[in-house]
């Protein structure tokens, strides 16, 4: 091996080469094949190391919640810790999560490319508008600082200040058409929705309101705050495609079509990770079936929500289609309710 | 699907070789993913696919520097034929080895693993590391070296190994 090549091709790739040094690796490379073979080499190594340790960033990320992190603190590498962490929750859970860890496996070989071909496929699968219910749970809120973190079973008085998205549930028509229906903590409902002409909402007292702007009652809806509702899936896949990272887990290099006989039931877990900059939910998370490309759970982490980042999952619950008078107000409140147009 | 799979690390280390900022090689390997499923049917099965796919990521990457002139130090255009057809003919071979590579990462010790950590997972600089580490940008540069040399050497010992056996 050439040390000074060697050399020159960690300038290079490190960003500290000056011009002339820069001319003298070009030059070195153009001198020979065995040179552009060493440089090849170099660079396979440098890209799989960038590879295989993203990959391990983001299981840490998983299995190490951001409460335990000390950022500050670089005394010791977060990357040991999280597989020791991993090797210790292994042993701890065996069978239980053998599943999961076959998941994990596949998942650390995939490659970021493949994956965004899958999600090509799965925009095409979900492009025809069907009638969906979600239940919603709310995981996590942390506050925006991301400092203070609470879990929803042990306080369960502190709310964020929109509706409590926890047991909501969202029936889902077409593009326009929603249902979303909050439970308070009295166990009354807080109703909002939109038929397609007409956008309302139903407090438990006061007036039926409604509008004619349909995105007038749409704010709680999750993710809402970057237009990733999910009313029209392909649209936010669409959105994921050009602001997330997407990794698909199992790689199996067997997922040439997805309407593939054999594939009955199998799942799989598409996870996008919001780049730098970019706005939204920091993951999306989302089971899908292997055979129909029908997503079956989206899962919304640190997802802007007024003033909190909330974890939420939203299960599908059936896909019955309720016809469109199940979309307007009406068919929600009494008739001796007054309603106001705004 | 399965042929892009298998190339797909090739690809992704020659966009590297021109386009080193991570995240911005990782926006261009998403782009010519989806052109290689795009154009899939005018690939001709009796060629080689690694080629195809590498002309493809060659056009891709000049159109990026085309939009984005801030590459202080870009090879030409004639050298970056020179560095397709190296990795058209050697990449495949050397890029199986890398599967060594988890394995062998693990033999590094503490700092050097946070080296690795901060440089690969969190896509910093040499700069920025060793404004965190209180080290030169050249000697944070140069451990990164050694460490590469390292994890080849540990890569050769298993594939010789596995040969051997």
């Given at each position: 091996m050439d040390r000074e090549l060697q050399s020159l091709i960690a300038g290079y790739l490190d960003d500290l080469l000056t011009a002339e040094q820069f001319s003298e690796l070009e030059s070195r490379l153009r001198e020979s094949p065995g040179n552009r073979q060493q440089f090849v080499t170099e660079m396979l190594l440098h890209d799989r190391l960038r590879a295989t340790m993203m990959a391990e960033e983001l299981v840490s990320s998983i299995l190490i919640p951001?409460?335990?992190?000390?950022?500050?603190?670089?005394?010791?590498s977060r990357w040991l810790r999280a597989r020791r962490l991993t090797g210790a929750v292994l042993s701890l859970l065996v069978m239980g999560i053998a599943a999961f860890v076959i998941l994990w496996n596949g998942f650390i070989d995939t490659s970021v490319s493949a994956a965004a071909t899958e999600l090509t496929r799965l925009i095409a699968a979900n492009a025809t508008e069907t009638a969906r219910t979600y239940q919603i749970a709310v995981e996590d809120i942390a506050l925006k600082s991301g400092k203070k973190r609470r879990q929803i079973p042990d306080e369960k008085s502190a709310r964020p200040p929109k509706p409590p998205l926890d047991n909501a549930v969202l029936h889902v028509r077409g593009a326009e058409q929603f249902v979303l229906i909050h439970t308070l903590a009295d166990g009354q409902k807080l109703l909002t929705g939109c038929d397609g002409r007409l956008s309302w909402s139903i407090r438990p007292d006061g007036p039926v309101r409604t509008s004619r702007d349909l995105t007038r009652f749409s704010h709680d809806l999750p993710g809402h705050e970057h237009s990733m509702t999910f009313l029209k899936i392909d649209e936010t896949l669409q959105q994921l495609q050009r602001g997330y990272e997407i990794r698909v887990l199992p790689d199996d290099n067997d997922r040439d079509d997805l309407t593939a006989e054999g594939a009955d039931n199998a799942e799989r877990l598409l996870i996008a990770m919001r780049r730098r900059k970019m706005p939204g939910p920091e993951r999306v998370e989302i089971v899908y079936d292997v055979g129909t490309g029908e997503i079956r759970q989206i899962r919304l982490v640190a997802m802007p929500y007024g003033p909190d980042r909330l974890t939420i999952r939203m299960t599908l619950q059936e896909r019955t289609d309720f016809g469109v008078s199940f979309f307007e107000h009406a068919q929600h409140h009494g008739a001796d309710r007054t309603v106001i147009e705004e | 699907m399965r042929h892009w799979t298998l190339a797909q690390p090739v690809v992704s280390a020659f966009v590297m070789s021109v386009v080193r900022d991570f995240s911005e090689r990782d926006d261009i390997l998403q782009d010519i993913a989806i052109a290689v499923l795009e154009q899939g049917a005018r690939y001709d099965a009796s060629r080689p696919f690694l080629p195809w796919a590498l002309g493809i990521a060659q056009n891709h990457v000049r159109q990026f520097l085309r939009r984005q002139r801030k590459e202080r130090l870009v090879f030409g255009m004639d050298m970056q034929d020179l560095l397709q057809t190296a990795f058209q003919e050697s990449a495949e071979g050397v890029a199986e080895t890398l599967v060594h590579l988890r394995e062998c990462l693990g033999r590094l010790d503490n700092h050097e693993q946070l080296l690795c950590e901060l440089r690969y997972?969190?896509?910093?600089?040499p700069a920025a590391v060793a404004e965190r580490l209180g080290m030169s940008a050249n000697a944070v540069s140069k451990a990164l070296q050694r460490i590469r040399d390292q994890l080849r050497a540990c890569i050769h010992h298993k594939v010789l190994l596995k040969a051997r056996s």
């Open positions: 951001p409460a335990t992190e000390s950022p500050g603190v670089v005394g010791r | 997972a969190k896509d910093l600089k």
